[in-house]
């Protein structure tokens, strides 16, 4: 195989991976509009929330230290050594519920039955106010996230990859970051025990019916509210998750927030409903936008990726307006 | 009553003739091989049990759907493929089964729009008010009015529609549809889900308005009593068949069509 | 309670469907007009010009075509940043090109340009609706933004991609450039916003408003009985976007000077638009101002309050500013989902009422 | 400059002249206010007199007139004065039978009806009316398939009428100019009490002179703005709408429909305003009952600003020295509560405001006055073309109707019985010369059959019917109607009839007031079904006890009166009702009929029976009968012994 | 209601006309920091810097020549709007000098600024041809620039390849910005002089993904690889290239690509990675004990105190030191304690701070010695390379200050700021 051809395959691999990184953003949107239709913009804070929230927890910061600082004039910063990472991510998920709990108490259930727009506006609003919230508690400063998985490329893969090239060809062998299988496979037990969760439990089939049909989930007596906060602590366990990911990558911080915007061609490529449409709208994005870097990106000046995704996903949507895997929708009077 | 005699000399030519509809949604068959005319000044009623095609009926004729098989001659002549739209500019108007109002807009807006296809002036116009748009937009405003006037709807013209109680929404559909002026006013379930009075003043501007505005009107309407008091003649559609057509004595001692009724009762 | 309604009658259908049928409001809406006109012009400085009023005005003319967009037509777009970024490029490069040209010409021009653009991405929106149409407004946000930073003719090929704002003037008085004063940048901005406002009152009171409002209310049956909607869609898109495109010019040429895209005409700004859209209120006018004023205002009110009056730490104040807008908005949207035109209409109606509680 | 002509064609054409362009006649119509100035009225009604002299309307001819307050039925009025003809106004809700009375009677020719319903009655009647030739119609709606033969489209005969114009461009002129201040101007039926209704012939210098007197007593002038709401039958309009608003030159405003009124009178904020006690009453109960919706602290504040005024607002009205804090306190109370309020009832631009017909209850009459509303009370009747006394500003009564009006001669005969004479004094009953006699004597005074005296303010004061002022057993006084309007100034009392002539003690019918009941009952979580439910309810029943006997310890303060306490009382199971004949139309208790009807009940109240069923013949709205029954409790009330006055005289 | 209505709105207005309070000190050096959004931890460090040395002024010396320092500070999120703001609250209260913080408020302000008379101090940023005091009278961007700082780093690179740059292969990986692109023109000057290949990679804000220009980079195997970055891109681009295994010691950053911040999130593999730098490194100065004595420990310090000695608290600190000895020479020069704008700009023309001036101050070599002048406002143009030790988490200057391609750079300069000269119809400056 020549080299070309072997970094055709490599950037395609790659997209696959970033894309699997996306995905794990817009599974946090499409569960939660799935059950409750909102779009929730605030997925992306919620992601970095719960990454500073872990960090924090592992490092034994002390939260609003700043804010009792400048309040009482004291110096705290930390209270110890911090914890095992295992607890830390127990207690950021703790932490996710209850935050559930309080965005279903103060917000949802006052906004029930308002315009999808309002909704979304509303998700917009709790994202502003996450993230004053989250660096009020734990500072603006950029945090390492070290839950101790690898990274870096494959040695292991390179090598493979090297002799596939032709003989006497310069190739170095194909790139893959471990970080990014890890996310992978992490992706995929994410997907299987959401499967799980909904198909075996009681709570999970009460969230599949929510999803089928509000009203006749009401008549059967299923608890719209209590659904929801499940439905947004998934997410909030969803988003931590996608935190740990991105945040293993570039650090925790305030731009974390901004990997929603990743999340939106997939979502409108894979359909707002479809677990599955996320997972394969992701790839697509992926490959695509990195494939379209490659080919083409370096002829009009590069930095391409950001638009693309999206032109992409509207090239789809001419075809499916109601995305890959949504909902048909059928035009009556 | 003699009225029958001074009706039948109103009744016209054909107006709209729909020949051997045939309309399938994936395989589904809605409506097989449909013909029947609507003549000019007539009421013409269609009939027929629940899910018998009716609405598809309408819809095609209101362009919404394309069928597969058929033609609609209007005015004599044949309609080529067409969207809504230009078939509203034709003269077809229409309510719908389900209330199909702008529910953000106040009834006069409502009737405003129904007038859509008779304004004419330009976006540079319109965006300086004075002058043309106004003239237009007064003008129009008084023909609505004496709408208004006609459907005795004066107390709610300002109200948003979405207030309105359901038998009032009925009324400004049927006030947005006549502020069309069309020469053809299809009426979909008109009177559907009304109380015996709402039911009696909607009989009475349905006729008012196929005599005062010499409207020729087609209708669907599950209220037997009603369609046999109202309508010139009926077509009876089946699981997207014609059963009968006919004038209403006719159509009632229709053996194919007391089974069809007899077999869903109807509702 | 201030209202005399009592003997304003009206008697024919031109007083009946103005405006302001309303005396009182008559006379209000004049005399906020003669404070901004007459008043505010001799006692503005350049710190309530350039953080106050200009931005205020800037917005409250994209909030103005948002509006129609999304609050008219019911298309969501946030690809107001693309937008505006399409105005001020065009803007400069018509700066540049004909330096002698009266900046009001500019920036309308800058408008119908952004007015093509406008169709070319409203045109997605005959098959694709709600957030569908939404995200894929990113991609004409994305893609205009890219192309801004990629193609150095858009900025004359300047070192830096940035573009600078040289100075113009209207009948020889400089309303853009560092030498401009105030007065002349803030009465600039205002005549164009007054003056458009009274055109989207026009054009969303009459047929077309109508037609958009029916497409956003029942699409279907809009068309039936009449309505094109690729018309109704393809107008809304175009003049949404040719005021989002005098916003972006006076963004860039009037308040700011000098702009680069990625991070004057990013994504952030489409959101705040729809921020001020929504929160002022869908399908108003007035709503368009409200939320402007509230999106622009609240964080200088908050950040003067916290810094200045209560001399917080600057990023303690920053971070409590953002929590407090969300919370804002989140309140807002519970207490009121219509917007503050909602919340005016209520208020002006318990008005006429009082002191009758309903 | 003072207008002397002395027929209505001759002050249209004056005003066309003089006022020109000035709005004349408003009516809302599609929408807005259609507007028609005093030239624009003068050319249609010329346009319908010519019509309907092509028509073959002559001098003496009579057009009837049917329908609510239009524009051109006020203009038919005008066209049939044009020709020397005699407008007959009839009241638009009377049943066929009635009207066919009135048509009959009148001999009336030509018909100006408003609408379908109208024709289709003038239609009903036609067989019975003889002398009915044609029928002219203003409203077209329903009627296109009607039998052309004597129907006329308003329009058409207008457009007959210019045609004729052109033919004859003199006739018009010169048949105006034949008519004279001494024609007979109009017949107007009374509703009457009793029996058939009486044709009140009156001149056109009857109501001319009289709207001229009056509008100088109380300076009107042609900016004032006034809404026809009231039954164009009725006097009080004709000389309101009609008689005044063409010498004064006023506009003159018709509502769109009976069920706009209120928004119509909000909208045009009449200048000039006249509505019977009741509906003073009504906008007084809707005021209390919205009021009661409201939040705490506006109630607090709306309470605190109506005892300011209470206290000060009358004086504030009569431009009396008030001290700096109470005048500034009022002026507050204008702004957050009196102009608001006044606003929301259309009573903003109110310079005055005439009340009569019964006594208003003086916390009514305060309550507007109060508000700074300038309303006054007047006395009168159709035989008078309205004006016997009026109240001159800054000496204002709630319990007194005022001085004699300018031109008016006032005394009291033997009988306490109050009479009049003056230039409005009708000419006779069309057709029935010994009423006339009995009611205009030979010097021309005339009996009001109302009971009154002179009180100390130098102000007539009326006490009731002077037939139905009876005497108790014992031989003391029985006003009935005092009694019941001191009962009926309750809120939640509608109506009230007494009974005591030839008796030993007083008992009372009472009408519950629905609207104010209903809303009681549903604050305090009462249900009921139907207003018999709501009327027989024991919590309501207790209601009224408790009024009855305040009713009655003010009665017992009176020495005159204290033997009208109220002993038994019942509240009736249905609303006493004109279409069942219990009232008038303008809602006039009918107690003959009454005590017909309701014997069964009567007796029962003067035995010691606990309850007592009756079964009564209603119709309905659609004109159909039924029957309704019921048993009604009937409750005793605590009587108090007079308190015997000791004064220090 | 009305009453209140309008009460409202005064307070309202009143709330908006109050801008950071009036300093009661003389000397008000207004701060535009930004410590929240996506480059908020970097901002933060560097403006606790410049708020902590004049915390020190105040402490120890009393302010400046006797009169007291007020750094009012103003949150602008890096984003112009609210620079925009910012600065016009703050220009009324007698603002001496503004130190932007960003490329794209600079631009902003320069017209603004320079319309108004007060002198903008874009240290290391903004526009590069400022340097041309002729055409810029109130711009000053000493002591080095974009220019210099891409020429020395080609010089470094040219060191470490034995003077030879024939045929190397060089990528920029840059900030899809004003800011990024700035050393474009520059490198490609050099290219033509030295002979080296160039490729861009542009990284689009925020720069979170990298993914296809690292794979780009490690197809192309360049010899080195530079940096122009800001915030989250410069994390991301360290990580991925330590992740493609690219030799750290041949990728190097400006000095806004190297500071603590960047290099951590890549733990031990960041380490040799380099930066260009016009300042000294770590905190083993002795004014360091002066802040730690007056500052810190009176719990006087801006933000939580953490950042002390690090690269950009270095950079904030030595910027405010800068505005300082202006201000003083100002002092001098106008023979006034209590200095306005205009005299603070004289005072920045005229700064001269020998080797000398810097150890009084403290500062021993801590940077080279500057020597503005009317012509010149980019000062000496001098850097130095540093080097990331991950094993002592701190950075170390493997290189002496050493001066830019003067030959390249000084006619970019005078190109540039002749165009913003000709389109802003400004005539240059005699400066003889």
């Given at each position: 195989?020549?080299?070309d ?19 794990l ?38 939260p ?31 932490v ?22 309002i ?18 508690m ?24 090297k ?29 299987i ?11 999970g ?11 006749a ?5 299923i ?74 990106g ?26 890959l ?9 | ?14 107006m ?6 045939t ?102 116009w319109?965006?300086?008010?004075k ?81 005062e ?11 037997m009593?009603?369609v ?13 068949q ?26 | ?6 003997g ?59 509006n ?26 018509l700066?540049?090109?004909?330096p ?23 045109l997605p ?29 858009f ?51 009459g ?6 409002m ?56 489409s ?10 209120g ?77 | 400059?003072?207008?002397?002509a ?11 002249q003089?006022f020109?362009n ?5 009516e ?23 019509g ?23 203009w ?24 066919q009375y ?10 100006l ?10 239609l ?13 119609y ?6 296109r ?6 129907l ?10 210019r ?22 101007g109009?017949?107007?039926y ?12 009156m001149?056109?210098d ?48 018709c ?55 209470r206290?000060?607002?009358i ?8 001290s ?26 109110v310079?005055?405001?005439y ?19 300038n ?19 800054g ?33 006779s009953?069309?057709k ?7 009611t ?9 059959g ?22 108790f ?59 018999q ?17 305040q ?32 009232l008038?139309?303008?809602r ?28 009564t ?5 659609d ?23 000791q004064?220090?005289? | ?53 004049f ?5 120890r ?57 007060i ?20 711009v000053?961007?000493?002591p ?22 024939k ?21 490609e ?70 500071s ?11 380490n ?6 016009f ?6 100065y ?8 007056h ?24 910027a ?22 205009a ?14 001036r ?75």
């Open positions: 195989m020549s080299p051809f072997l970094n055709l395959i490599e950037v395609i691999l790659n997209g696959l991976m970033a894309g699997i990184m996306y995905a953003v817009a599974l946090g949107f499409v569960l939660i509009f799935k059950a409750s239709g909102i779009f929730n913009y605030a997925q992306g804070v919620m992601a970095l929330f719960a990454a500073l929230t872990l960090v924090g927890f592992q490092t034994g910061q002390v609003f230290a700043h804010l009792i600082n400048a309040i009482f004039g004291t110096n705290v910063h930390h209270w110890g050594d911090g914890m095992n990472t295992f607890l830390a991510i127990l207690l950021t998920m703790g996710m519920i209850l935050f559930a709990w309080l965005v279903e108490r103060f917000v949802l259930k006052h906004l029930v039955n308002q315009e999808p727009i909704l979304f506006m509303a998700t917009i609003g709790l994202a502003f106010f996450m993230e004053g919230f989250g660096d009020l734990w500072g603006a400063d950029i945090k390492n996230m070290d839950v101790g998985l690898p990274s870096g490329g494959s040695f292991w893969w390179e090598d493979v990859t002799t596939w090239a032709a003989e006497g060809a310069e190739y170095y062998g194909m790139y893959i970051d471990v970080l990014d299988v890890w996310a992978a496979g992490i992706a995929i037990l994410l997907v025990a959401l499967t799980l969760f909904s198909q075996y439990t009681k709570t089939r009460a969230l599949r019916a929510v999803a089928d049909d509000h009203q989930a009401l008549t059967v007596g608890s719209l509210r209590s659904i929801w906060v499940v439905v947004w602590s998934i997410a909030g366990f969803v988003a931590l998750v996608a935190g740990i990911m991105w945040g293993s990558k570039s650090g925790v911080q305030f731009s974390l927030s901004l990997i929603a915007l990743k999340a939106l061609p997939v979502l409108i490529l894979g359909g707002f409903t479809s677990i599955p449409g996320a997972i394969i709208g992701g790839l697509i994005i992926g490959v695509g936008e990195k494939l379209f870097e490659y080919t083409i370096g002829m009009i000046g590069g930095a391409t990726e950001n638009w693309f995704a999206y032109v992409l996903a509207l090239f789809f949507l001419m075809f499916r307006p109601q995305g895997f949504g909902e048909r929708i059928i035009e009556r009077v | 009553m003699s009225a029958s005699a001074d009706r039948a000399a109103k009744i016209g030519d054909t709209l003739e729909v020949k051997d509809i309309l399938s949604f994936g395989g589904v068959k809605a409506l097989t091989d449909i013909s029947f005319d609507i003549k000019e000044g007539e009421i013409r009623a269609i009939i027929g049990p629940n899910g018998a095609g009716k609405s598809s009926m309408l819809n095609v004729i209101s362009g919404f759907y394309h069928p597969q098989q058929g033609e609609v001659w209007f005015n004599g002549k044949k309609r080529g493929p067409m969207k809504p739209y230009q078939v509203a500019r034709q003269g077809i108007a229409r309510t719908f089964q389900n209330i199909a109002l702008f529910k953000g807009m106040s009834t006069l807006d409502n009737l405003m729009t129904g007038r859509m296809t008779q304004m004419k002036t330009n976006l540079f319109q965006a300086i008010w002058g043309p748009a106004e003239k237009e937009e007064l003008e129009h405003r008084e023909r609505v009015e004496h709408i208004i006037d006609f459907l005795g709807i004066q107390a709610i013209r300002k109200t948003p529609v979405g207030r309105l109680p359901y038998g009032m929404q009925k009324r400004v559909e049927l006030g947005r549809a006549l502020a069309a002026e069309a020469k053809l006013l299809l009426l979909d379930e008109p009177m559907a889900g009304m109380n015996l009075e709402e039911k009696e003043d909607m009989c009475r501007f349905v006729l008012d308005v196929n005599d505005f010499g409207t020729t009107i087609a209708l669907i309407e599950h209220d009593g009603v046999m008091d109202l309508s010139d003649r009926v077509v009876v559609l089946d699981y997207g014609k059963l009968a057509d006919g004038t209403p004595d006719e159509v009632r001692s229709n053996q194919a069509v007391i089974d069809a009724y007899l077999g869903v009762s109807h509702d | 309670m201030f209202y005399r309604e009592a304003d009658f009206k008697t024919s259908y031109a007083s009946d469907q103005q405006t302001f049928p309303i005396k009182l409001d008559r006379y209000f809406v004049w005399g906020v007009l003669a404070i901004a006109f007459l008043v505010i012009p001799f006692v503005i400085n350049d710190y309530w010009e350039k953080s106050v009023l200009v931005p205020f005005l800037v917005w409250a003319m994209a909030a103005l075509g948002l129609i967009l999304t609050g008219y037509c019911g298309q969501v777009s946030l690809g107001t940043g693309g937008f505006m970024a399409v105005g001020a490029y065009a803007c400069y490069k700066m540049v090109a004909f002698e040209m009266n900046m009001f010409l500019v920036v309308i021009l800058a408008g119908l340009i952004t007015a093509m653009v406008g169709i070319a991405f409203g929106s005959l098959r694709i609706k709600g957030f569908y149409l939404a995200v894929a407004t990113l991609a004409a946000q994305f893609f205009l933004v890219w192309l801004f930073n990629k193609v150095p003719w900025y004359n090929y300047s070192a830096s991609g940035q573009i600078s704002a040289p100075e113009r003037t209207v009948f020889d008085i400089a309303v853009t450039g560092p030498n401009a004063p105030p007065w002349a940048t803030y009465l600039f901005c205002l005549i164009l916003v007054v003056v458009f406002a009274y055109v989207a009152r026009n054009l969303t009171r047929r077309t408003g109508r037609s958009w029916a497409i956003r209310d029942m699409d279907i049956a809009a068309e039936i009985i009449g309505v094109p909607p690729l018309q109704a869609k393809l107008s809304a898109f175009a003049i949404s976007s040719f005021y989002i495109g005098m916003s972006g010019a006076m963004f860039f040429a009037i308040y700011l000077g000098s702009a680069e895209p990625t991070e004057a005409f990013g994504i952030d700004k959101f705040l638009v729809l921020f001020m859209v929504i929160v002022g869908l399908g108003s006018i007035l709503g368009s101002f409200l939320g402007a004023a509230f999106m622009i205002l609240i964080p200088v009110l908050l950040k003067n309050i916290m810094v200045g009056v209560l001399g917080w730490p600057a990023d303690l104040a920053a971070h409590i500013e953002f929590l407090l807008i969300g919370a804002l908005i989140m309140i807002f949207l519970i207490a009121e989902p219509h917007g503050l035109a909602q919340l005016w209409r209520v208020t002006k109606e318990k008005l006429r009422l009082w002191p009758f509680p309903h | 400059m003072e207008n002397k002395n027929t209505f064609p001759k002050l249209l054409i004056a005003n066309a003089r020109a000035r709005p004349a006649i408003r809302k119509e599609f929408g807005v206010w259609q507007t028609w100035s005093w030239v624009q009225m003068r050319d249609e009604i010329f346009a319908l007199a010519n309907l002299a092509a028509m073959g309307f002559k001098r003496g001819d009579k057009l009837a007139i049917i329908g609510a307050n239009r524009p051109r039925l006020y038919g009025m005008c066209a049939a004065q044009c020709l020397g003809g005699i407008p007959v106004p009839v009241y638009q809700d009377s049943v066929a039978s009635e009207m009135v048509l009959d009677h009148a001999e009336v020719r030509f018909v009806a408003e609408d379908q319903e109208q024709v289709d009655k003038s009903e009647i036609r067989e019975n009316c003889p002398s009915m030739q044609q029928i002219i203003d409203d077209t709606r329903g009627l398939d009607y039998d052309a033969g004597i006329h489209d308003f329009a058409a005969v207008q457009e007959k009428g045609a004729f114009a052109k033919d004859k461009p003199d006739y018009l002129q010169q048949e105006i100019d034949k008519g004279t201040g001494s024609d007979v109009i017949y107007l009374t509703s009457g009490t009793t029996g058939k209704p009486k044709g009140v012939v001149t056109n009857n109501i001319i002179i009289t709207s001229r007197n009056s509008i100088a007593f109380d300076k009107l002038t042609e900016h004032e703005e006034i809404l026809s709401y009231l039954p164009m039958a009725w006097v009080g309009d004709h000389i309101f709408s009609y008689g005044q608003a063409y010498v004064a030159g006023f506009c003159v405003n509502p769109e429909s009976e069920a706009t009124v209120h928004t119509d009178l909000r909208e045009i904020g009449p200048t000039y305003y006249f509505a019977p006690p009741r509906l003073f009453e009504n906008i007084l109960t809707t005021v209390t009952i919205r009021m009661q919706d409201a939040g705490k602290l506006k109630q607090k504040m709306f309470n605190y600003f109506m005892d300011v005024a206290k000060t607002g004086d504030m009205l009569e431009g009396r020295a008030l700096f804090k109470d005048k500034m306190l009022y002026k507050l109370g204008n702004f957050l509560v009196y102009a608001p309020l006044k606003n929301t009832m259309g009573f903003s631009r310079r005055l405001a009340t009569a017909g019964e006594a208003i209850g003086p916390e009514i009459f305060d309550f507007f006055r109060s508000l700074g509303i309303v006054k009370q007047l006395y009168g009747q159709t035989e008078s073309s309205v004006f016997i006394t009026m109240q001159p500003d000496e204002i009564y709630a319990d007194t109707v005022g001085v004699p009006a300018p031109e008016v001669e006032i005394k009291i005969n033997d009988d306490r019985e109050v009479m009049y004479r003056s230039p409005g004094v009708f000419h009953y069309y029935n010369e010994e009423a006339t006699r009995e205009k004597n030979a010097e021309g005074w005339v009996y009001t109302d009971a009154g005296f002179f009180a100390d303010n130098g102000q007539l004061k009326i006490i009731d019917r002077a037939k139905d002022v009876g005497k057993n014992d031989g003391s006084m029985f006003a009935p109607k005092y009694i019941e309007n001191k009962l009926k100034f309750f809120p939640h009392i509608r109506e009230v009839v007494t009974f005591g002539d030839a008796k030993d003690h007083c008992t009372a019918f009472i009408n519950i007031d629905l609207e104010a009941v209903g809303n009681w009952a549903e604050r305090n979580n009462v249900p009921y079904a139907s207003y439910e709501l009327a027989g309810h024991v919590e309501v029943y207790k209601m009224m006890l408790e009024s009855v006997e009713v009655n310890s003010d009665l017992a303060a009176d020495p005159m009166l204290s033997n009208s306490q109220i002993h038994r009382f019942l509240i009736l199971h249905k609303e006493l009702d004109p279409d069942d004949g219990e008038t139309r303008t006039k208790v009918r107690r003959r009929i009454i005590a017909e009807k309701y014997d069964v009940l009567i007796a029962a109240l003067y035995s010691d029976v606990k309850d007592c069923y009756v079964k013949e209603v119709t309905f709205e004109g159909r009968k039924g029957a309704i029954e019921a048993t009604l409790n009937i409750q005793d009330a605590k009587t108090f012994t007079p308190v015997v006055q004064e220090a005289a | 209601m009305k009453f209140k209505a309008i009460t409202a709105a005064l307070v309202t207005a009143g709330v908006l006309a109050t801008s950071a309070p009036a300093a009661l000190a003389d000397l008000v050096f207004p701060m535009l920091s930004y410590r929240t959004g996506p480059y908020g931890p970097n901002g933060t460090e560097f403006a606790d810097g410049y708020a902590d040395y915390t020190l002024l105040n402490e010396d009393g302010g400046i020549g006797g009169v007291k320092v007020a750094t009012p500070e103003c949150e602008t999120a890096y984003n112009t709007q609210k620079g925009v703001e910012c600065y016009e609250s703050t220009k009324g209260d007698g603002a001496l000098v503004y130190q932007p913080l960003s490329t794209g408020i600079t631009y902003q302000l320069i017209p603004k600024a320079t319309a108004d008379g002198p903008i101090h874009s240290m290391g940023y903004g526009r590069t041809s400022a340097a041309n005091g002729k055409v810029f009278s109130h000053f961007n000493y080095g620039n974009y220019w210099d700082a891409a020429s020395i780093i080609v010089k470094h690179l040219s060191d470490v390849s034995d003077g030879d740059l045929g190397k292969k060089i990528t920029l990986v840059y900030h899809n910005s004003a800011y990024g692109k700035e050393p474009i023109r520059t490198l000057e050099l290219a033509k002089k030295h002979g080296y290949e160039l490729s861009l990679l542009p990284v689009d804000h925020p720069g979170q993904e990298q993914k296809s220009q690292w794979l780009q980079i490690r197809r192309d195997r360049p010899d080195f690889v530079m940096m122009w970055g800001w915030g989250v891109m410069n994390q991301v681009a360290i990580k991925e290239a330590t992740n493609i295994r690219f030799p750290m010691d041949k990728f190097v950053g400006v000095w806004w690509s190297g603590e911040n960047d290099v951590m999130p890549a733990g031990d593999a960041a040799g990675y380099k930066a260009v730098t300042h000294g490194v770590g905190d083993d002795p004014v360091f004990a002066d802040i730690k004595k500052v810190q420990d009176a719990g006087k310090a801006a933000g939580d105190g953490s950042n002390v000695g690090s690269v950009l608290y270095n950079r904030g600190m030595y405010a030191m800068l505005a300082a000895e202006a201000a003083a020479t100002a002092q001098k020069m106008h023979d006034t304690q209590e200095i306005t704008a005299q603070m700009r004289d005072g920045m023309e005229n700064l001269k701070i020998d080797a000398a810097l150890e009084a101050l403290g500062l021993p070599g801590f940077a080279p010695e500057i020597n503005v002048s009317c012509a010149d406002h980019g000062g000496p143009g001098l850097g130095a390379i540093q080097q990331w030790d991950a094993k002592a988490k701190e950075w170390k200057l493997i290189t002496e200050f050493t001066g830019s391609d003067r030959e390249v750079i000084d006619p970019l300069i005078a190109e540039d700021s002749a165009a913003f000269a000709a389109e802003n119809k400004i005539e240059e400056r005699d400066c003889s």
